[in-house]
């Protein structure tokens, strides 16, 4: 029985990952923005699985309440042994390809508001020596595109920030995994045409749960997106910037 | 916050009427009142699982908000098993949640991939009709999503009008966000079935007048085919719930468990030919010569309620132009020879149901529009073939003399005329509706093509 924070919790995603650590028994501290959405998620996990869950308000844009966030969270739950990064926004990408406020706030949400949360907790984990650290970044920061690049250079950062977090804590006991989902049957692709390898968050949730357990460092869920990135990261700049993706 | 919608030709379960919606799928309770306050010069509708058969869950050109992601559970009492729930929530979810705890739905239709809160605007009856009613009777409370965007509870003490206004409403005076369900105490996850097959229709109807009382569900399937002596001879099947020590003894320690079924998908549309009057006719007499008269059969809950589910997509055995499933009840009095004008009508014009079901009803829930009355219900499956609808339009007129009325929940194709014939409480309904809708944002196909707003 582990003690796991799960940041971003209202998302389908957060919903079914909750459901698989709660289906092991373990304690979860659910937060997120919208609180009366957070404690829906959280009735439905105590009757669904006797599970033992908290809940808390938690805002990633705005930085300066972050730690005292975690020490709530600290103070609730007696401990942390692992976080679960799962908060993330599309919302205003159309304005944020011209206009600053609307850029500023998916990078807040997206990269700042994460690296500064696990930052904070990554403290407390390297202290205790043990624990593991996921962050749901996206399959959409391995390469920067004319479609999303204000949402994919957010995420791109993000995947970086893991990936040094990982190489610093990796000697200190603290497990770094990277979730890079594809295409999720969430509201972010709902109506935005037929795309390909749409997976079901149940599907998502239930592979990337199984990834941290695992202890990997970077999973592409479903792995199929593993070849398809690695097909769209070897395309020459030169050709790339011709394609309309 | 955009909302984005997919444009989506769709249909109710028996794949006609077809029409182009646009569909929300909101994931978050504030999502929906958002939803609502958008802009859709045809409205917006509700719509669960898509089990409604006709054009109940269709709106065409206009918004329609698929309730599927708003599915959590809220509060469950393990004393008393009630349970709250989101309206979006299925009937399979529930009981995969709450059978093992020992606690199944007091009434339950035909399939569980349904949502809670359709079953609410559908007022959905069971095999247990004749004792225990439709669901709206355990149904506690309700809190709906008006189109002002305001939220209000509504239930038998609160908001009385809008309540019973809601039950059977199909979804058209707000939107069920949550519903409180009393659940029922079982046994186990078995049924204990008694067979009774029967020579003709006189002989069905007595069988269930003598025995419906000592059993809480009950049901028979018809062969519609059969004519002459044979006319409306069937096969009944009575039901109740096991107790532990009615099980073989395997399942004795641990009476909850089911083992999980197989379930197949019909992958393609059967082509026409293949349900024809001589198809029909052996599959009737093989269906009839497999169930003999026998008691005390044991069967899990899923092969006595949902017999079809685990075939998915069945509905596609009807071919391309899809089906509809005519559902009447007719009262008591005169009921045997009503339900054999029906059955004669539909064998003399050579229309043959592919499946016809049989069952009484007890008492109404109160609910407006509610489909049950005391009497007689009827099923009848049929294939859309070229001039099937004047066929149903004479049966129509034989329910309307005779005081009954037609399943909204199954309807595609009732005269506007015959519907508010039928539906004596239809100006109270439209009453409420005017009072928490006065601009008619909540629409629907069948809204729109049964009048439901008029005045006829």
Request: glycine share 10%; net charge positive; hydrophobic share 40%.
């Amino acid at each position: 029985m582990r003690h796991v924070l799960l940041v971003g919790a209202t998302s389908p995603l957060a919903r079914y990952m909750a459901y698989e650590f709660a289906r092991l028994g373990d304690t979860l501290f659910l937060a997120g923005r919208d609180l009366e959405e957070v404690e829906r998620v959280a009735s439905d996990l105590r009757i669904r699985f006797g599970a033992t869950v908290y809940t808390g308000r938690f805002d990633a844009a705005a930085i300066e309440e972050h730690e005292a966030f975690v020490q709530n969270v600290l103070r609730t739950m007696g401990e942390i042994e692992g976080v679960v990064w799962v908060a993330g926004t599309m919302d205003g990408l159309e304005a944020a390809f011209r206009q600053p406020s609307a850029l500023k706030r998916l990078i807040e949400v997206n990269f700042t508001g994460a690296a500064s949360l696990l930052t904070l907790v990554a403290g407390v984990l390297e202290e205790r020596g043990k624990g593991f650290i996921a962050g749901v970044s996206s399959v959409a920061g391995d390469r920067g595109r004319g479609q999303n690049y204000p949402y994919g250079s957010a995420k791109g950062g993000f995947s970086l920030f893991l990936q040094g977090l990982r190489n610093r804590l990796s000697r200190k006991g603290v497990q770094v995994t990277t979730i890079k989902p594809g295409f999720v049957d969430t509201r972010m692709t709902w109506g935005r045409g037929k795309l390909p390898f749409l997976a079901s968050p149940q599907r998502v949730a239930r592979e990337s749960v199984q990834a941290i357990l695992k202890g990997k460092d970077i999973a592409y869920v479903p792995a199929v997106w593993w070849l398809i990135m690695l097909i769209i990261r070897s395309i020459p700049e030169r050709v790339f910037k011709k394609m309309n993706l | 916050m955009s909302t984005f919608f997919l444009q989506k030709e769709i249909t109710g379960w028996g794949r006609f009427p077809r029409a182009r919606c646009h569909l929300y799928r909101p994931e978050r309770v504030r999502e929906v009142a958002q939803t609502l306050q958008g802009e859709e010069p045809a409205g917006f509708l509700p719509r669960g699982l898509g089990r409604a058969y006709g054009d109940a869950g269709l709106n065409s050109e206009g918004g329609v908000i698929l309730m599927e992601r708003l599915d959590r559970f809220l509060a469950f009492d393990a004393e008393t098993g009630v349970l709250r729930c989101e309206g979006g929530t299925s009937l399979a979810d529930i009981i995969r949640t709450f059978l093992p705890r020992g606690w199944f739905l007091p009434v339950t239709p035909g399939t569980k991939f349904c949502t809670v809160g359709a079953c609410v605007a559908c007022d959905v009856h069971g095999k247990n009709h004749h004792h225990e009613g439709s669901i709206g009777n355990f149904v506690r409370q309700l809190l709906l999503l008006l189109p002002s965007g305001e939220s209000v509870r509504c239930s038998r003490e609160q908001n009385v009008d809008l309540f019973f206004a809601t039950l059977g409403g199909m979804g058209l005076t707000g939107i069920v966000l949550e519903v409180e369900l009393q659940l029922r105490r079982v046994q186990s996850a078995y049924i204990v079935v008694d067979y009774v097959r029967t020579r003709n229709l006189d002989e069905t109807l007595q069988t269930f007048h003598e025995r419906d009382a000592r059993y809480p569900y009950s049901v028979a399937w018809l062969d519609c085919v059969a004519s002459g002596r044979d006319f409306g001879k069937g096969v009944l099947m009575f039901g109740r719930h096991a107790s532990p020590d009615e099980l073989p003894i395997p399942h004795r320690h641990s009476p909850f468990t089911v083992r999980a079924k197989r379930t197949k998908t019909l992958p393609f549309d059967l082509p026409e030919f293949v349900l024809n009057p001589l198809s029909l006719r052996a599959f009737n007499s093989m269906y009839y010569r497999a169930h003999p008269t026998r008691d005390g059969v044991v069967t899990d809950y899923d092969t006595y309620f949902y017999p079809l589910d685990s075939i998915l997509q069945w509905n596609r055995a009807y071919g391309k132009r899809g089906f509809v499933q005519w559902q009447c009840v007719l009262p008591y009095e005169n009921g045997v020879r009503n339900l054999a004008r029906i059955l004669e009508t539909a064998q003399a014009r050579r229309t043959y149901p592919f499946l016809s079901v049989l069952k009484r009803m007890g008492e109404p829930s109160g609910g407006l529009l509610s489909f049950p009355m005391p009497g007689y219900t009827l099923a009848l499956d049929f294939p859309v073939r070229d001039g099937l609808f004047a066929v149903l339009d004479a049966l129509d007129s034989i329910v309307s003399e005779a005081g009954g009325r037609l399943y909204l929940a199954k309807d595609a194709r009732m005269s506007a005329e015959t519907f508010h014939l039928t539906y004596p409480q239809l100006s109270r309904w439209q009453a409420v509706k005017a009072q928490v809708d006065p601009k008619g944002r909540l629409q629907s196909d069948m809204a729109r093509r049964l009048r439901l707003l008029e005045v006829l």
